[in-house]
């Protein structure tokens, strides 16, 4: 039983149709010839056909055919049949001879044409039989994608539950904390427009760039409040509306420079962020100050090197990102197409 719940649908299918053939001649034979020779005949005569119908469809009609070998699919063919006829003639006539015949009888030519006259339309069928296999198979096919797509799509509704459970909780302390402390109420604001940024716009291929902006102005929001002192941040922005790009494509220089560029100890931490479009080209600076320990140290880090590869196969060898590090500042420049 298990081996055939293992089984595919075609499979079952061509089990049951070869079954149901040898009934079909089983009972034929069975009022005129008894049950030993009906089963035995019946049993070679099923073992032919299948040979013949599998031997052109798995074998002669992939390897000769579908390459446009239609001369030796032709010889083959011949052949093929003329070899299989003849010898399920000579078997079916020995067996005859030998265990059933009321005396002895030579095997003849018509003898043999007679036990041969049904291999041709057999071949014949077997191209039916491919399509019917093919389309079965397809079917089995489609019926899964089908099943798949459902279950990625229950999967994606219990992946939204959390994060839509955890932004709605967060809108409620949001209103809590805004009767309290406004200013905290803003922060948690921006931590839940991050987070729906990550979920919501993320795994898109492309994002508005106003999304990116709101994105990189609330993660540095947050950042800074991780600061004790104060910092000089400037962000110029002028871009035109409408404009779309891949999403966190700007965020590695921001991230960088919160964790290489700013000294917490330091009073005196200078940002300045600029984001132009010139025509069909989008350019994106950085420049920050550095801390005076960091003389050592590779701003970016793999970081850059991450961001270089995914620049590249994103747009190819049309785009620049430069870095430039001095003594005291760190600057990054990025230009790509939109």
Not at 129 to 154: G, W
Not at 308 to 313: E, G, I, N, S
């Amino acid at each position: 039983m298990q081996f055939l719940l293992e089984m595919t649908t075609s499979t079952r299918l061509q089990w049951l149709l070869w079954l149901i053939v040898f009934l079909m001649m089983f009972f034929s034979m069975l009022p005129e010839d008894g049950f030993k020779e009906a089963a035995l005949f019946s049993s070679l005569n099923v073992c032919f056909y299948a040979i013949i119908i599998y031997g052109n469809i798995n074998w002669l009609y992939p390897a000769l055919y579908l390459k446009g070998r239609l001369v030796a699919y032709i010889l083959a063919a011949f052949f093929f049949l003329a070899i299989t006829g003849l010898i399920r003639a000579y078997l079916l006539d020995w067996m005859y001879i030998t265990w059933f015949a009321p005396g002895f009888r030579p095997t003849t030519i018509p003898i043999l044409l007679r036990y041969m006259a049904g291999i041709p339309l057999l071949f014949s069928l077997s191209f039916i039989f491919r399509i019917a296999i093919i389309y079965f198979s397809l079917k089995q096919q489609a019926a899964a994608l089908v099943l798949q797509n459902a279950k990625t799509e229950l999967n994606l509704l219990k992946s939204q539950v959390q994060p839509h459970f955890l932004f709605n909780t967060l809108n409620n302390i949001y209103y809590e904390a805004y009767r309290e402390a406004p200013r905290t109420a803003v922060l948690i604001e921006r931590l839940s427009e991050i987070m729906r940024y990550f979920v919501d716009e993320s795994p898109k291929d492309l994002v508005q760039l106003s999304t990116e902006i709101s994105f990189l102005e609330n993660y540095i929001a947050l950042e800074k409040i991780r600061i004790r002192h104060e910092i000089t941040l400037t962000f110029n922005c002028k871009v035109a509306d409408g404009s779309s790009i891949p999403p966190m494509l700007l965020m590695t220089f921001v991230e960088n420079i919160f964790k290489h560029g700013i000294d917490k100890t330091s009073m005196h931490n200078v940002i300045d962020i600029t984001l132009l479009q010139d025509h069909q080209q989008l350019l994106f600076t950085t420049r920050n100050s550095l801390p005076e320990d960091a003389s050592g140290q590779r701003p970016g880090g793999s970081g850059i090197d991450n961001l270089r590869k995914r620049l590249t196969l994103l747009y190819g060898d049309a785009y620049t990102l430069q870095t430039e590090k001095t003594a005291t500042h760190f600057t990054a420049f990025l230009s790509v197409p939109i």
